[in-house]
C-alpha cells in the first residue's frame, strides 16, 4: 500500500502547481484517505481560483424577456404565446461562470461532500460551494474531459486533473444510487499517475545535469521504409545524457509477475516492448557513439516476489527493476536517483 503522503508528492510532481506556495504546507498535514487528500487538494486550488476569478464565457440563452435583447425569435413567440404576456423569445450572449470548467468543479466538490472524507473538509467544501451559486452541475457519466485550455483558463487544468482523477478513480455508485468512497485508485489511474510521476521527477531534478526527460516516439528502423498498420513506438520516459539513452516503461500492475507451470516470469509482452523500442533505437544512432539501455520499472506491489534483475541482450542492458513507493519519499528519491546514476553515469542532485 502506497502511503497516502507519497501520493501526494506523487501528485505534486504530476502537477506542478501543487509545489507553489499556496499548496507547500499540505505537505505537512494529515489525511485519512485519498479522498480527503483530493479533497484538500480541490479546496486550496478552487479558493485560489476564485480570488483570481471565476473563469467566464459567452452562453446562447434563449427565454422570454420583457425587454428587448439579442435576437428575437417571432415564431417561437407565437408558439408560446408569450406575446400574451407582454414578453418576446429573445436569443442572446450571455457573459456567465455557469460553464463547463464551473460546472465540473461543482459537480465534483458535491461528490466529495457525500464521500468518506473529513467533517472539516466537508464545510470548506460547503463554504467554496456558495460561489457556485446559479451554475448548474453535471452527470459524472457524461462528463466532457476533452478540454481545449487557453490563457484565460490555463489555471484550471490541475483543477481537472484532479476532479477526473476524483470522478474516475475515488467514486463509485452504489446499487442503492448512493455514491461511496473507493479505498484506491483504481489500477489504469495509478498507472497513468505513476508513469507521470517518473517522467515529471526526472524532468524537474535533471534539468541542471544536460539530461533530457521526454516522453518520446521511436522511429521504426525498416529496410524498405514501409511502415503501413505499424504502432507507433511511443515511450514512457527517455532519458539521454551525453551519448547514454535510457528508455524507461513504467508499469503499476496489481501483478508484476505472470505465472506459467507454477513459474513466475515477467510479462511477456512487456519484455517485448522494451526490447523493441531499444533496438529501434539502437540501430536509429548506428554511425554514432552511443549506447542505449532499456528498463521496464514496475511499481512493487505486495507480491512475495518481485524482479530486480538486468540482462544482456543483443549487446543491450535491459533492467528489470521495482519501485519501492511504500517508505518515506527519501527512500523513493533515492532509488530514481540511483536508476539515473547506473545508466547514465549522473551523480544524484539530492
Avoid at 22 to 41: K, P, S, V
Wanted: aromatic content about 10%.
Amino acid at each position: 500500500m502506497i502511503p497516502v503522503h507519497n501520493i501526494y508528492y506523487m501528485l505534486s510532481y504530476a502537477f506542478k502547481a501543487l509545489n507553489s506556495q499556496g499548496f507547500r504546507q499540505m505537505a505537512t498535514e494529515r489525511f485519512q484517505n485519498l479522498g480527503d487528500l483530493c479533497a484538500a487538494i480541490l479546496c486550496k486550488g478552487v479558493s485560489l481560483q476564485i480570488k483570481q476569478g471565476l473563469a467566464r464565457a459567452y452562453i446562447v440563452r434563449t427565454e422570454p424577456l420583457s425587454a428587448l435583447r439579442g435576437r428575437i425569435d417571432i415564431q417561437d413567440s407565437i408558439k408560446t404565446q408569450s406575446l400574451l404576456r407582454q414578453r418576446l423569445v429573445s436569443t442572446y450572449d450571455d457573459f456567465s461562470i455557469n460553464t463547463p470548467l464551473n460546472q465540473i468543479i461543482k459537480t465534483t466538490m458535491i461528490l466529495l461532500i457525500n464521500g468518506d472524507i473529513d467533517r472539516e473538509r466537508k464545510k470548506e467544501l460547503r463554504k467554496l460551494l456558495v460561489y457556485f451559486a446559479g451554475i448548474d452541475t453535471l452527470d459524472i457519466h457524461n462528463i466532457n474531459w476533452h478540454i481545449h485550455y487557453n490563457r484565460q483558463n490555463e489555471t484550471y487544468r490541475m483543477l481537472m486533473s484532479v476532479c477526473y482523477l476524483i470522478v474516475k478513480g475515488l467514486l463509485q455508485t452504489q446499487e442503492d444510487g448512493s455514491t461511496k468512497m473507493m479505498d484506491f485508485f483504481d489500477e489504469q489511474r495509478m498507472c497513468r499517475l505513476y508513469e507521470k510521476f517518473i517522467l515529471e521527477y526526472y524532468r524537474k531534478e535533471y534539468r541542471n545535469l544536460g539530461v533530457v526527460a521526454n516522453a518520446s516516439q521511436i522511429p521504426w528502423q525498416l529496410d524498405d521504409g514501409f511502415d503501413e498498420m505499424l504502432p507507433v513506438l511511443q515511450t514512457d520516459i527517455m532519458l539521454t545524457y551525453r551519448d547514454k539513452v535510457l528508455i524507461i516503461d513504467a508499469k503499476y500492475y496489481a501483478q508484476t509477475t505472470q505465472r506459467h507451470f507454477d513459474v513466475r516470469t515477467v510479462h511477456s509482452a512487456n519484455l517485448n516492448q522494451i526490447f523493441t523500442y531499444v533496438k529501434n533505437k539502437e540501430a536509429e544512432l548506428i554511425g554514432r557513439q552511443h549506447e542505449v539501455s532499456g528498463m521496464l520499472l514496475y511499481a512493487k506491489t505486495d507480491e512475495d516476489i518481485y524482479p530486480n534483475h538486468e540482462y544482456r541482450m543483443s549487446g543491450n542492458r535491459i533492467a528489470i527493476n521495482t519501485l519501492d513507493l511504500s517508505g518515506n519519499f527519501e527512500t523513493i528519491r533515492q532509488q530514481l536517483d540511483e536508476i539515473a546514476d547506473r545508466f547514465l553515469n549522473l551523480k544524484s542532485m539530492s
